[in-house]
């Protein structure tokens, strides 16, 4: 392990990558901490890796994550923190990806959405609602599946009145109708 953990300093893009890939594999804890400083790494793939492998790691990582997110000023690092616990998937973080619908990052915004319609659970039905109003295309779109795939009725209407206010956006509405096909409705 410690092998792969000093391999994710070295001067090598690739190298770092696979040693990111391989310490998720090991499914080892000891490699989360070195994980979570990977994503200040200067290549994106390095800092994507890291997080699909914290996500491989799963629930142990959940409050180191947290932490970092708590801890990240700049806000360099939350969209890879939101990957990872998208990919973890426990319900434990929905609040914490609820919080990050208001970021001010619309990547947070739409892996937040993603996530919490990956996770299911229908707390999360209500900010994602409000999350329909989004400036952003693509946190639209994500909230509109993600209220799909939770496929709570108290969604309707507003999906609707998204399709709605959506006047010219083919693309915008054929989300609309087929979360709407997955809600039943």
């Not at 990977?38 to 492998?53: G, T």
């Not at 790691?57 to 890879?80: F, H, M, R, T, V």
């Not at 973080?93 to 993603?114: H, Q, S, W």
């Amino acid at each position: 392990m410690n092998d792969l953990i000093t391999k994710l300093k070295d001067g090598d893009v690739e190298v770092r990558k696979e040693a990111a890939e391989e310490i998720g594999k090991t499914g080892n804890s000891e490699g989360i901490e070195p994980l979570i400083e990977a994503f200040n790494d200067e290549n994106p793939q390095v800092r994507f890796q890291a997080a699909k492998s914290i996500g491989e790691i799963g629930e142990p990582a959940i409050d180191p994550l947290i932490n970092a997110l708590k801890s990240d000023e700049d806000g360099n690092i939350k969209k890879y923190v939101t990957l990872a616990l998208k990919d973890i998937g426990d319900s434990s973080v929905v609040d914490t990806l609820i919080d990050l619908l208001d970021d001010k990052d619309f990547a947070v915004r739409k892996f937040a959405a993603k996530a919490l319609g990956d996770i299911g659970d229908k707390k999360a039905v209500e900010p994602l609602i409000e999350s329909l109003t989004d400036g952003d295309w693509g946190v639209k779109v994500a909230t509109l599946k993600a209220l799909g795939d939770i496929g709570d009725e108290r969604a309707i209407d507003p999906i609707k009145k998204a399709r709605r206010a959506a006047t010219g956006d083919k693309d915008l509405k054929k989300v609309a109708n087929k979360s709407l096909k997955k809600i039943g409705k």
